[in-house]
């Protein structure tokens, strides 16, 4: 009787290759238990993970493409370079694990608790990441580009200077969350919870903040030219320096906003809100009322 694909793998890299060149199917390591395992560089490919416990294993520049953890665990996995292009991890776990560096293009992590994990440098890119957990999550340099984050949270995440252009963060939580530099052109915030965010210096030309709760957010020197910020409430938010022209603000409510060197030409402030607010030097040059 054959070797299981388990097996195979203990014995090491070289019994796991033979192993794979004569599988004619997906390898199944469905339920397996790999805990602390040392697989670094390891071509596991297309592997279907499915509720397989990973947690603490070295995967360090493993190639992982395809593969399909659904309902693993990978609580504190080392991955850093891995490939991890298209790989499925829903529902899963991967608590304080080490993504720095890897490739997740086209991933689908929806629902998945990825809390404190590492994704420093890594590329996030057209990522399906809906209801994803990211608290406190290391995401800086990371390209995000095209992401799908609607209801993700993110609160108190590091994702200064983030590439998070045409980013869907519809509805999703980030209080307290670090996005100082970020790129978010054209990137949809709807409803998104930004309360005490920073958002100093962000190039957001574009992007859609209707609805959007910034309370208390500080969004100084940022560009964020042709926005949408309609009936978004943005009260007490710094936005000293930074330009709004030819922003909607239908509705917007910026009681006790600072508003100091802020350029608001061209905007559209029908029923704005500004009771309170700090208008030192802010230009309103061509604003409709």
Known sequence: MGLRADEALR?????????RRDCVEMPDLSDARLMEMNLRGADLHAVNFRRA??????????????????????????????????????NGSAKGADFRRVNLAQANLMGSNFTEVDMRDADLSVVNAIAINLTSAKLRGANLDRIQLHRATLSYADLIETNLAEADLS???????????????????????LNRGHLVNVYGVLANFNRANLTRADLSWSNLARTSFTKAILQGTNLSGASLVGANLTGADFSSANLTGADLSYTNLR???????????TLFIGAIH
């Open 53 to 90: 416990n990973l947690a603490n294993a070295k995967l360090v520049a493993a190639n992982l493409q395809g593969a399909i953890l659904n309902n693993g665990v990978l609580d504190g996995v080392d991955l850093v370079d891995a490939d991890l292009r298209s790989i499925e991890i829903i």
């Open 271 to 281: 029923d704005a809100i500004f009771d309170g607010a700090n208008l030192t030097d």
């Open 11 to 19: 014995l090491g890299a070289v019994a796991w290759l033979d192993w």
């Open 171 to 193: 509805q999703a939580i980030l209080v307290d969350t670090e996005l100082g530099g970020a790129h978010l052109y054209r990137a949809n915030l709807t409803e998104a919870r």
